[in-house]
């Protein structure tokens, strides 16, 4: 048997995992000869451990990262669909169909006509709780964090709230996490899907401040999930905070750490602003290594 032992917070089988994770997602389309060259295991090993850490099937996993890039070119523009099928390594329209509707549900002309969100596959980092939980408590301070004010024209927000959701590891242990790629798939939102922070306005009736939700135009008129809730938000403006990209995914919780210090000891007054967390929620758009970490924050004019 195969000890492993831990180190900085991984053991060794999660940070094999994870090297197999970080391989796959930049090219989810490697055979798997290449990734036993990569990594110097066997095929048999590498599904193991990666199965063991993440409970998902490696191969499973390739297919969702494939058909979520098709899915995403798909709604993206009017690319023949059998161009993007071949794309994304299927040899047929049909088969291609039969894949990317077992996956989500729905077929993928119906994902074209933005019928309904599908659940678009987000690839987290092996452990994020603990790797969150690190980088919150991290005193890093060697990173850039740009200050950004964007204009909103009055607009929808679709969100989903919780009963006992005060922050985003207590807000998926009750509703999971499923949410970030179902809202990924709603068509002319105005940003990414983000972990909400309501103000008292918008908690329901047995509630708490945790919720997920997607910012749309006012004449949204697409399907909304099940058990989510829709409200108007004024006109206003948010105040982005955006962490420079980072190299490691697993420095996620650092990154987010950086921009909520950032927002804690920013003062807008010294700019004309002041925070207005009573016109819409605090978004937490959470952190990719290409893109950095990214929240916002309702400000008014003073």
């Not at 058990?227 to 420095?251: A, H, I, R, W």
């Not at 004309?272 to 990214?294: C, I, S, V």
Request: charged fraction near 25%.
């Amino acid at each position: 048997m195969i000890k492993y032992r831990r180190v900085m917070g991984m053991t060794e089988k999660e940070r094999m995992a994870a090297n197999i994770k970080k391989i796959v997602d930049g090219n989810p389309y490697i055979g798997i000869s290449e990734l036993e060259k990569e990594l110097n295991y066997s095929a048999v090993h590498l599904k193991r451990v990666f199965k063991e850490v993440t409970g998902k099937n490696l191969g499973g996993y390739m297919r969702l990262l494939k058909l979520t890039a098709a899915a995403k070119e798909i709604a993206g523009n009017d690319e023949n669909i059998l161009d993007i099928a071949l794309t994304h390594k299927y040899d047929s329209h049909e088969g291609f169909t039969k894949a990317f509707s077992s996956a989500f549900g729905i077929s993928p002309i119906a994902h074209r006509k933005g019928e309904k969100p599908i659940r678009y596959f987000i690839p987290y980092p092996v452990n994020p709780k603990e790797l969150l939980e690190k980088g919150e408590n991290s005193m890093i301070k060697n990173t850039v964090c740009t200050v950004t004010v964007a204009d909103r024209p009055k607009r929808k927000l679709i969100y989903l709230p919780s009963k006992t959701g005060k922050d985003y590891w207590s807000f998926c242990q009750e509703m999971g996490c499923d949410w970030e790629g179902l809202l990924m798939s709603v068509k002319d939102k105005f940003d990414a899907p983000a972990f909400l922070t309501l103000n008292s306005k918008l908690i329901p009736t047995g509630c708490d401040v945790g919720a997920a939700g997607v910012e749309v135009p006012l004449e949204y008129a697409g399907e909304i999930p099940e058990g989510y809730l829709t409200v108007e938000l004024p006109e206003g403006k948010l105040m982005y905070f955006q962490s420079e990209p980072f190299e490691d995914e697993n420095d996620f919780g650092e990154a987010i750490g950086l921009v909520f210090r950032a927002y804690e000891s920013y003062m807008p007054e010294n700019y004309g602003y002041e925070f207005a967390l009573d016109q819409a929620p605090l978004f937490n758009f959470g952190a990719a290594a290409e893109t950095g970490a990214k929240i916002a924050v309702p400000v008014r004019k003073k």
